[in-house]
């Protein structure tokens, strides 16, 4: 009996948004993958792990709503419901957002562990928006992932730190000190990907970037004005229907639940690049 109940239980699945470097697109990324995941019927909730910033509420359209936190409800001061923000566009969407002004330290190991395992009970995906770096607040957000998504630009600069990241990813998670679990699952997200620039030769191709990186593509995502303007009003760039950045990401998130989507750039098919999306996992 017991066994039955547990296995009936829908547990959760987190993914962490992860990078190393600052800047590359992680808040982006993070709102886009969960409102996509949303809006394929996946109850989703997405975290703000970057105390002190505070970016997620604002670009996902929701900062005027916060009256409790993550740090709240780790502190014991509200009820993770009370903090959870539905989203007024899909009601498959919650948001956890982060407080602004406490010191970085209110975030602890049991903490996020408590939040994490009650939130599992509820939603089908937990989206964890990183910090920049590979401190302590970058790998609180990765420790209780099952899956990584490491963003990354076509620069060395970007490439190296997620190399960095991809090593914590193999060691200081709970899979990686567990032993017994499948270690996280990485996968790399291009974003920012600039073809006039790579064919000036001033960024690189995304062959180089996997090349060294060796973990598979989840997907490329354009360098596009569409971006700043979605975020500037609030609205995950996915839900942009229109924009080249909004396509890309609707191509990759079925991709993180196991679907296949042809890999393009643009409106060109990159059939190379599909291979190694799928003669990867072993
Ligand atoms: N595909 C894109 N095209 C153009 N601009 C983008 C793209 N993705 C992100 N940006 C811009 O890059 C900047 C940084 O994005 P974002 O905040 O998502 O990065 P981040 O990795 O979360 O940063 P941080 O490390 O500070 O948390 C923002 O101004 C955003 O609008
Ligand atoms: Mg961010």
């Given at each position: ?15 962490v948004i992860t990078s190393g470097k600052g800047g590359v697109g992680k808040t982006t990324s ?247 999306l799928f003669g990867r996992s072993a």
């Open positions: 009996m017991t066994t039955q109940i547990k296995e009936a239980a829908p547990l959760g699945k987190i993914i993070a709102a886009a993958i969960s409102a996509g995941l949303a809006k394929l019927g996946h109850k989703t909730v997405v975290i703000d792990f970057d105390v002190g910033l505070r970016n997620l509420d604002m670009i996902m359209g929701c900062e005027r709503r916060v009256v409790f936190d993550f740090i709240n409800v780790i502190q014991g001061d509200a009820k993770l419901r009370q903090a959870l923000i539905k989203d007024k566009r899909l009601d498959t969407l919650s948001i956890l957002p982060t407080s602004q002004t406490r010191d970085k330290d209110a975030l602890t190991m049991e903490g996020v562990e408590a939040v994490l395992e009650e939130l599992k009970q509820e939603f089908d995906y937990i989206i964890c928006d990183s910090p920049a770096g590979i401190e302590r607040g970058a790998q609180l957000a990765m420790y209780f992932a099952d899956e990584a998504v490491v963003v990354t630009n076509p620069e060395v600069s970007s490439v190296r730190d997620s190399d960095r990241v991809l090593g914590l990813l193999a060691s200081k998670t709970r899979r990686a000190e567990s032993g017994s679990e499948e270690p996280v699952k990485a996968q790399v997200l291009l974003t920012r990907h600039d073809q006039g620039r790579i064919d000036r030769g001033e960024m690189m191709t995304v062959e180089d970037v996997l090349d060294i990186l060796a973990v598979p593509l989840l997907g490329i995502i354009p360098e596009s004005q569409a971006v700043l303007r979605a975020s500037n009003v609030g609205t995950p760039i996915i839900l942009d229907e229109p924009s080249d950045a909004s396509r890309a990401y609707q191509d990759t998130v079925p991709r993180l639940t196991g679907e296949e989507v042809e890999m393009r750039i643009g409106n060109e098919r990159k059939a190379g690049l599909f291979q190694r």
